[in-house]
Every structure is written in structure tokens, then in C-alpha cells.
Nanobody, 121 residues
């Protein structure tokens, strides 16, 4: 069983910073890709940033230059460093992983339960 657990969310003032962490645990053979999505109230879930096991990254246009995604393969942990936060960044942030468990010979998509981020003065 593979689990993704996020941490690091909270309340921050506009212009502030937060770092989200996502730890993948369980019987893992390999990680193909990790990503962060977010869902604001009344809106659809959207991709914020993604990173492959070879460290290729992609970002939502509105967070480029402010957010940085990283991956520690050895620790099976993905991070999202968020700087210059804006009120419109307020959302629940979800970790997503494309991971091959030791019990299978194909990759499976996994989701964390989410970490709320509120940007407000």
C-alpha cells in the first residue's frame, strides 16, 4: 500500500512564503513523477507544478518564478517552495504521484489528502 502525506500548509500573509512537503511511503519500487495540484473553493482542481524522476519540471503559468518544485528520490519526498504568495493562491494543495508499487509491474496514480493554504492579511 502506497500513501502520500502532505504537510506544511497554513495561514500566511500576502508576500509571504510556505514550503509544502509530500512524503511517499509504503512498498514502492519506483517514482515516475510527482506533482502538486490545488483546488480553490468553487473551482476545479488544477495542476500547479510537476517533476519527473529525472527532474524535468513544469509549472502553471501564474506561479512561474514564485514556486519551485523539487524531489528527493532517496527520501521519496516532493517539495513545493512557494514565495511571494498572493490571495489567489489560497486553495487546498494536493500531492499527486505516479508510482510503481512493489506489488505491481505498472505505475499507479496516488493522491494525498490535501494541505490547506490560506493567503490573507
Amino acid at each position: 500500500q502506497v500513501q502520500l502525506v502532505e504537510s506544511g500548509g497554513g495561514l500566511v500573509q500576502p508576500g509571504g512564503s510556505l514550503r509544502l512537503s509530500c512524503v511517499a511511503s509504503g512498498s514502492i519500487y519506483s517514482i515516475t513523477r510527482m506533482a502538486w495540484y490545488r483546488q480553490a473553493p468553487g473551482k476545479e482542481r488544477e495542476l500547479v507544478a510537476g517533476i519527473t524522476s529525472s527532474f524535468a519540471t513544469n509549472y502553471k503559468e501564474s506561479v512561474k518564478g514564485r514556486f519551485t518544485i523539487s524531489l528527493d528520490n532517496a527520501e521519496k519526498t516532493a517539495y513545493l517552495q512557494m514565495n511571494s504568495l498572493k490571495p489567489e493562491d489560497t486553495a487546498v494543495y494536493y500531492c499527486h504521484g505516479v508510482i510503481t508499487p512493489r506489488t505491481a509491474d505498472y505505475a499507479v496514480q496516488y493522491w494525498g489528502k490535501g494541505a490547506p493554504v490560506t493567503v490573507s492579511s
